[in-house]
C-alpha cells in the first residue's frame, strides 16, 4: 500500500512538472497573441482598372497587411478616372463597416467636399494628393517632381515644342506636376502643349501641327499609354514619364523612355496601409515627409539605389 501510495505521489509530480513546461511554451504564444492588436479591415480604392499600375503599391501594402494585422480589400472602379464610380466604392466600403480606407483620388476636390457624406468618420488616407491637412497623404512633393521632369526634358532639348500629358486632370497631385512642369519650361522660353487639348481631337495630329519634340507623362497611366504607342507616334518624340511599374520599367530599359521620376511604390503601400490602421486603432495622425524621388535615365537604372525602385523583389 505503501509503495503503491509513493508511485501515485511521484506521478503527481512528474504530470505537475510535465504541465509546467507545457504551460512554459505555450505561455510566450498566449501572452503574444494577447498583445496582438485585433485585426482591422482596410479597404483600398483606385482610380485605374490596369493592375499593372500598382502591382509594387500592393506588394508593400500586403506587407503591411502581414505585420500589422490588417485584411485588404481591393477595389477598383469599372472606369477609369471615374469619380462617380470611385464614390460609390468609397459608400459602399462605409456601410460595410471597413475600418479604414486608402484611396488614389480621382477627383481630389470632389472628394474633399464630399468626404463626410462618402464615408464619414472612417479614417481615410490618400494616395498622390493632398485631401485635407487632417487626412493623412502618401505622396512625392509633386511641385519638385514637376520640375524636376521638366528639368530633365531640358537637358535633352533643342528647343521645339514639349507636350504636357496628363489623363487624370482632376487629381490635384498630378495637375500640379503639370503645372511646375510647364511653369520650368516656360522660364526656358520652350513652347508648351497639353493633353488632353481643347483645340486638338487626335494626339497625332498635335504632335505633328505643333512640331512636339518631346512628351511629359506626369501620372503612370499617362506614361505607359506613351510607351504603349511610341511606335506609331509621328517623328518618335522623346517620351518621359513617372512610375515602376514592369511595363515602364522595360520602356527605359529598351529606350522607348528616355527618363522617369521613380519613387518606392512598396513603401508608399506599406505607409499607407500603416498610417490606416493607426487611424483606425485610434493613434494620433503624425505628418509624414513626402516620399523621396529620383529621376533616372536608361542608363542609369541599373545603379545600386535605383535598382531597389525598379526590382524591389531581388535588390
Known amino acids: ?26 505561455l510566450p504564444g498566449i501572452t503574444a497573441r494577447s498583445r496582438r492588436p485585433e485585426p482591422l479591415e482596410v479597404s483600398v480604392v483606385m482610380r485605374q482598372t490596369d493592375n499593372r499600375l500598382w502591382a509594387g503599391l500592393r506588394m508593400g501594402m500586403e506587407q503591411a497587411s502581414s505585420d500589422l494585422g490588417v485584411e485588404l480589400r481591393f477595389l477598383t472602379p469599372e472606369a477609369d478616372n471615374d469619380p462617380a464610380a470611385q464614390e460609390a466604392l468609397l459608400r459602399r466600403e462605409a456601410q460595410r463597416g471597413t475600418d479604414a480606407m486608402v484611396v488614389l483620388p480621382a477627383d481630389t476636390a470632389r472628394l474633399q467636399s464630399r468626404k463626410a457624406e462618402l464615408v464619414g468618420e472612417i479614417p481615410l488616407v490618400t494616395l498622390e494628393s493632398e485631401t ?48 511646375r512642369a510647364r511653369l520650368v519650361l516656360q522660364q526656358a522660353g520652350v513652347a508648351v502643349e497639353s493633353w488632353p487639348s481643347s483645340r486638338y481631337a487626335d494626339l497625332d495630329e498635335l504632335v505633328v501641327a505643333c512640331d512636339v519634340e518631346q512628351i511629359i507623362a506626369v501620372e503612370a497611366a499617362s506614361t505607359l499609354m506613351l ?63 513626402p516620399l523621396r524621388f529620383t529621376v533616372v535615365r536608361e542608363e542609369e537604372m541599373y545603379e545600386p539605389e535605383n535598382q531597389k525602385l525598379f526590382f524591389p523583389l531581388i535588390s
Do not use: F
Open 132 to 179: 485635407d491637412p487632417e487626412v493623412p497623404a502618401v505622396s512625392p512633393d509633386n511641385a519638385l517632381l514637376g520640375e524636376a521632369l521638366a528639368q530633365l526634358a531640358l537637358e535633352d532639348s533643342d528647343g521645339r515644342t514639349v507636350l504636357l500629358m496628363n489623363n487624370c486632370p482632376s487629381s490635384d497631385g498630378a495637375a500640379l506636376r503639370a503645372e
Open 1 to 26: 500500500m505503501k509503495r503503491t501510495k509513493n508511485g501515485v505521489i511521484q506521478l503527481c509530480v512528474l504530470a505537475a512538472l510535465g504541465g509546467s513546461v507545457v504551460l512554459t511554451l505555450l
Open 227 to 289: 510607351a504603349e504607342k511610341y511606335a506609331d507616334i509621328p517623328g518618335h518624340p522623346q517620351l518621359y514619364g513617372v512610375g515602376t511599374a514592369a511595363a515602364i520599367t522595360a520602356a527605359l530599359d529598351s529606350g522607348t523612355l528616355s527618363g522617369v521620376a521613380a519613387w518606392s511604390e512598396y513603401a508608399a503601400g506599406y505607409l499607407a496601409v500603416e498610417q490606416a490602421a493607426e487611424a483606425a486603432r485610434g493613434k494620433e495622425h503624425r505628418a509624414t515627409e
